[in-house]
Nanobody, 121 residues
Framework: VQLVESGGGLVQAGGSLRLSCAAS????????MGWYRQAPGKQRELVAT???????KYGDSVKGRFTISRDNATNTVYLQMNSLTPEDTAVYYC????????????????WGQGTQVTVSS
């Protein structure tokens, strides 16, 4: 599976950004897609995930501000980020949890290249 992210950039505190991640490839079914982020000197952390049936999970620091959504028809996941703060500055990575349609092998270690989000104060 290939994951291509877009939508990062520079925004002022209080502003909004929308990230997109499109999955492509064949011979797999997507169980869940989500976003993680990694700030300099910190561990990668969960931002939000969504399953094929649109069950969502959010990291505590983004609850109420970020919204994850998914288009199953296009295998695309979106992250709407509102009320951004400088603490949201990080590289945001798309992740896909997939299962092979050939041998039913599950793989969670599927990542995009990352997109930088910078929030200025």
């Amino acid at each position: 599976v290939q994951l291509v992210e877009s939508g990062g950039g520079l925004v002022q505190a209080g502003g909004s950004l929308r990230l997109s991640c499109a999955a492509s490839g064949s011979l797999f079914s997507i169980i869940a897609m989500g976003w993680y982020r990694q700030a300099p000197g910190k561990q990668r952390e969960l931002v939000a995930t969504t399953t094929r049936s649109h069950v969502t999970k959010y990291g505590d620091s983004v609850k109420g501000r970020f919204t994850i959504s998914r288009d199953n028809a296009t295998n695309t996941v979106y992250l709407q980020m509102n009320s951004l703060t400088p603490e949201d500055t990080a590289v945001y990575y798309c992740n896909a949890d997939i299962i092979s349609t050939i041998d039913s092998t599950r793989s969670t270690d599927n990542w995009g290249q990352g997109t930088q989000v910078t929030v200025s104060s």
